[in-house]
């Protein structure tokens, strides 16, 4: 048994699956560029990331060492800070998304390349986290561990990384 | 005794091999009866062989002119989209399958995110944490993914260099409530 198909018939089907196919890799939208600006602007997230070096007993409240830094950002957009010790470097990219609840979910990735002061060994650990946070929650990061883990010695200092998130606009008021 | 008809028709043919050939032939030389009937077998094929072909080829020749003359044989042409391809049953629905699988492929490569492996632990206060092992080739990728190498804002901050920093245990992160801080 034969079936006869036109050429224009499997051309057809052929241009349908690259239009789904284009289709869904990108959707073009024509937007105002002011109108865009202005909802950027309405969603736009200040992030404040704080570094501390806190003493070993961490009964003190001045750290030995801190730093600030806050940055402009819009939902999906990741902002990067990087610290630079004589045998650390810490990257710390954080990610907010804006949940349907008006909250913010934080998608942050910590890198933390470390060089061993003895045998002078490199060492990489990349972690990634999702926090659903409130407006102004505070978020650490220990990118060499907690406080009070298990085999940590007195004596050592404790590198903490504080986030927060707050809208733009409200901080503005 | 004469040999069987048949026998005689594929010696006629060249069928029959020695010592039975030889043996016919000496009976034929000898019997009148067969070689008359052997002769008829011969002429019957000669009349086939070239009276009959003479009288079917002339009329069979001006028959196939006669079609040539108003049937062309340059085929009209048709349009490429207007083109009919025959397939099997079979075929055509493999093709079909074929398509269908295309489609479903591109759909589902356009949409996913090639991850290796990854584990995901809940934190108490709400947090997730993923830990991912993805081939050393998609490690780039990854990090692109989550604006690890293009992100576009990077502050640095700079640590004292009389400082001095040990690993105590594995990065942890969460909400500060997680980590209580030690009271005096």
Known sequence: ????VHSCGIVSVLLALAVAHANGQAQGTDTDPKEALQELLSKALTVTVSARILPPDQQEDTPVWNAESTKLTIPGR????????????????CTPYLQDNGEVLLLAQGQVWFTEPQDNENRYVSTFYSIPVSYGEKVLFFPLGAPGAEGQQKNHLNIELEIKIVPYEKKQQ | ?????????????????????????????????????????????????????????????????RILAHHPVERPRVSIWRRQVTLSVPVAGLAAALLLILGISLAVVSTRQD???????????????????????????????????????????????????VPVGQPRMGKADEFPRKKP
């Open chain 1, 1 to 4: 048994m034969r079936t006869r």
């Open chain 1, 78 to 93: 990741s902002i990067k800070v990087r610290l630079d010790g004589d045998n650390v470097r810490i990257y710390l990219i």
């Open chain 2, 1 to 65: 005794m004469c040999p069987d008809r048949e026998i005689l028709s594929a010696y006629f043919d060249g069928e029959v091999s020695d010592p039975w050939a030889r043996q016919i032939a000496e009976h034929v030389s000898g019997c009148g009866s067969c070689r008359a009937w052997l002769a008829g077998l011969d002429g019957t094929r000669r009349a086939l062989a070239e009276e009959r072909l003479l009288e079917w080829r002339a009329p069979m020749e001006r028959v196939r002119r």
């Open chain 2, 115 to 165: 991850l290796g492996y990854i584990r995901i632990t809940k934190a108490p206060a709400g947090g997730t944490e993923y830990q991912f092992a993805v081939p050393y080739d998609k490690v780039e990728a990854l990090l692109k993914s989550v604006g690890g190498s293009d992100a576009a804002i990077e502050s640095v901050m700079t640590i004292p260099k009389n400082v001095k920093l």
